[in-house]
Structures are given as C-alpha cells and as structure tokens.
C-alpha cells in the first residue's frame, strides 16, 4: 500500500511509450486479387498496457493464464533463485515481448527454444523468441533467475521487505517485480503454483491452499507448496517467510481457514489473534452483503514486528503489519481487508485511476462493520467523517475518482469513497444500494471494472440519474454540501465508538 515509485518510473515510462509507438510499418504484399494488401510483419508486443497513471505495467501481446513459481530462499542472506514457468496465449504475431521484472535472469526459453533477452525501462524484461510468435500461439516460457531482492532497488526503492527472520513479498501496486517475472497489471490475472525451498524450520505462507504438505529435501531444507486456482492479479500473489504459527481449521461450508502468526509478535500476538482469527465470520457476514466469497481459501498473515507498516489484501489470505495491533484488537482492518476479495481481488480494476472502486468500498465495509457491531450506524460514522475535515482542508482537494498517480492511496481515496458510497446508499435507498453491491460483484466476477460501469450498473438498478451525485462526490475539489440530521441541528456529531479504530487503520493504510 506504499507507492514511493511514480517519480522515477513516470520519467522511464515516456522513454519506453516512445518505444511502443515505434514500430515495423506494414508491409505490402500481392494477393491473388491483385490488389494489396496489407500484411503485418511481427511487431514486437507493448511495454505497458497503457493504464493512465503506469503506462509502462504489464505488457502488451499476449495473455498469462498460469504461472508456476519454484523458488529457493535463504533468509541468511537474502539470495533468491528459482524458476517461474509462464504458460500464455499471444494475443498478436510477436517478434519479442516484455515481462515486468528486476532480478537477474540466467535464461529464458520459449517453447523449449532459447531466447534472447535484454533489459529496457524502469523493470522490463524483453524477450526475443528464436522463432516468431503467431497470434493465437500458446506459450510456455520458463524463466531461470536468482538476485537479492533487497538490494534490487528502482529509484532507490525495493518492494520486497526483508526482515530479521525472513521475507515478505507484499506491496501493492508493486510487488511482483522482485520475486516472479509477470504481465504485472489486473487487467491480466492467472492461477499460481508456488513453491518455495528455505532452510528446515522456517515457515511459507502464500495464497491459496497447500495440496500437499511441506516436504523435506536435502540438505536440511524443506519445500513449502501453495496453490491459488482463481484468476489472481500479480501484485495480489504473496510470499510471507520466516517464523511463523500457522493455525488451520475449516469453516462450516467447508472453505479452509490458514492463518499464520509471527512468532515476534510477542504482547501484540493476543490482540492479532483475536481480530485475524474472526476472519472466517466476518468474510460470512461480508457474504450477505456483497454476495458468494469468491476464493477457495481464506485466512491471514500477522507479518512480523520488523515488517510492513500497512496492511494489503493478497487474494484469499490478506497480510497485515503489527501497527493494527498496538491498541487491541482491531477487527475493522479485517473488514477492510477483506472486504477487498470482493471488491480489488475479485474484481479488480481495469486503471489504477480507479483506485476508489477499491478503496472506497473496503472501507465502507468497515461503516457497516460498524453498524453491525453496534458501534455506530454508517450515517453516525459519515457525520463525524465529514465534520472531521473542515472545508478548507487540503482532503477535500484530493479527487477519489481521479486521485493522481501519486495519491492512490490518499486518505481521501479511503474516506470521501467512503462518504460517496453513503451519498449513493442515500440517494437511491436501502433497497437499491444492497442489490447493487452484489451485482456489480457478480457481473465483474474475477474480472475488471470501471468506475463509469459501476455508475450505469447503479442507474440501471435505481432508476435514477446519479452524473451529478458522481460527479460531485468522485471528481470535483470541494467539500460537497449535505444536509444531514446532525448539521442541521448545528451540533458537532459525536464520535462513534469505532472512529479511533477506523481511524488508526486509515491512518496505516493510506498516506
Ligand atoms: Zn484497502
């Protein structure tokens, strides 16, 4: 949830657009019509999908539908090598294409041919296959690497936390990058295998289910083995290493439950346990709300002391920094997280510009959580939201709908979303909101959304034009007028029993 990066790869991303749009012209070629016409020479496939705000993530050309990712950590030293096999579809006649990814690469074959690589951009790998690629080829490309994450840096930075008893890879929207190579956008998800070999006693935890216990190899080492078989964007795959307890168990409609706890945690262990090990009831409720929970697994990660100062929503088992658990218990953060299955993980956006389709409706789960456990309505928590940040606070000058590429993950992202969900529950009633919530999850099912559909998807079931209830709450500076109750008897609201928690947890996960 920490985006330290845009600077530097803003100023790489013109060098490799320009790269993109220069490319083979057509060539002509006589038909037996004896007109001609035009046949494309194999062009080499695009650095970046094009998202407004990275235009250089992900890559164009082809599609991934499986990766499988054999690693071999050592905590010692941070070394980090493996192979990932990538098994794709080209979506056009290639004569090379790009994975985003910064470790060293020893080789890469493309259907067992050798191919050549080169670097380009601020974490582009270019691919040049032996032999041309045809549209519609399926692909298996097996990558060789090894590097240390931790010194692997871009702009002085590294997403990968290196901590005293291991690893966590975990970061948003970067974090890929240093563990596998990938077409690293949501707009392309695919299955993963991971399995990783660490020294005998240390502890893996990824996404997904483990279909087969932990196996011992030689030389003392043993080989952690998870399996994710629902679509999963790249930066939504995690690698949690080091000390850990893992406590397993089943919930009543059968899903497994893995959690895991670092073992540094020390005082705060209690209070990580009795919100993450709530999971399994809140991911139920959540159920009713938002509709079917779309993964086959669930759980959490409580990282260590020396680890993430925030907390990210990896599919089917979120990852969570010790700051949630300095003052108790803090189950509004599990609402967040996962409230995020549904709405980043399940359905996940098609530009990061869009960020509020994420943000906004994970941390109006927590609203809700809150009325839930009786600890203020959603209509409590949106007055003293809103009275909090007077009008001429810098917050209300921060779009949700449009933030910037370097305000993804600004607090108003998280808490004007929030209000605008309000504003769109008030406007079109109780009734209308809650239909609306799980069809958008149903018809976007482990795809991609936008924030325009989800607008028409509310009109259609309302009946009501919202362009101005949009407009205003998303994509205009400005503290918007409201009329509530609470202001119109012009007394401060007061502050709802779950403020302090939702605040904290705000405070963690935006900057
Ligand atoms: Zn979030």
Known sequence: MRRVLTAATAALTLTTAGTMLAGTPGQAAPTGWGRPVVTAAPQPGAPGLGDTYFPDYG??????????????????????????????????????????FLLDVESVRVNGWAASTSTAGAHELVVTPARTVTRGQQLTVVVRYAGIPSETL????????????????????????????????????????VS???????????????????????????????RTTSPTAPYLAFMAIGQYDIVTDTTPSGQPVINAYSTSLGELGPAAKASIERTAEIVD???????????????????????????????????????FWRRGANTYVVAHENAHQWFGDSVSVAEWSNIWLNEGFASYAEWLWSEEQGEGTAQEVFDFTYASYPADDEFWQVLPGDPGANRVFDGAVY????????????????????????????????????IVQFQALAERISGLDLDDLFTTWLFTAGRPDVATAARKAAAPPTEPKSWAKIRESHHLLSH
């Open 285 to 323: 409720w959540e159920s009713g709300i938002f509709g079917p929970y779309p993964f086959e697994a669930q759980g959490g990660v409580a990282g260590p002391l020396d680890g993430i100062g925030f907390a990210l929503e990896t599919q089917t088992r979120p990852v969570y920094g010790p700051g």
């Open 59 to 100: 890559n164009g050309g082809y599609d991934v539908e499986h990766y499988d990712v054999r690693l071999r950590y050592d905590p010692a030293t941070d070394q980090l090598s493996g192979t990932t096999t990538i098994l794709a579809t080209a979506t056009q006649d290639l004569s090379a294409f790009n994975l985003d």
């Open 196 to 226: 990783v070999s660490v020294p005998t006693g240390v502890e893996v935890i990824s996404n997904g289910v483990q279909p087969r216990p932990p196996l011992a190899e030689a030389g003392n080492r043993t080989r952690w083995i998870w």
């Open 154 to 193: 871009v702009g002085g930075y590294t997403g990968w936390t290196r901590t005293d008893d291991g690893a966590l890879a975990v970061n948003e929207p970067e974090s890929a990058w240093w563990w596998f190579p990938s077409n690293d956008h949501p707009l392309d998800k695919a299955t993963f295998d």
């Open 415 to 450: 808490d004007r979303g929030a209000m605008t969900l309000h504003q769109l529950r008030l406007a079109v009633g109780d009734d209308a909101f809650f239909e609306i919530l799980p069809a958008w999850t149903a018809e976007h099912r482990y795809g991609n959304g936008t």
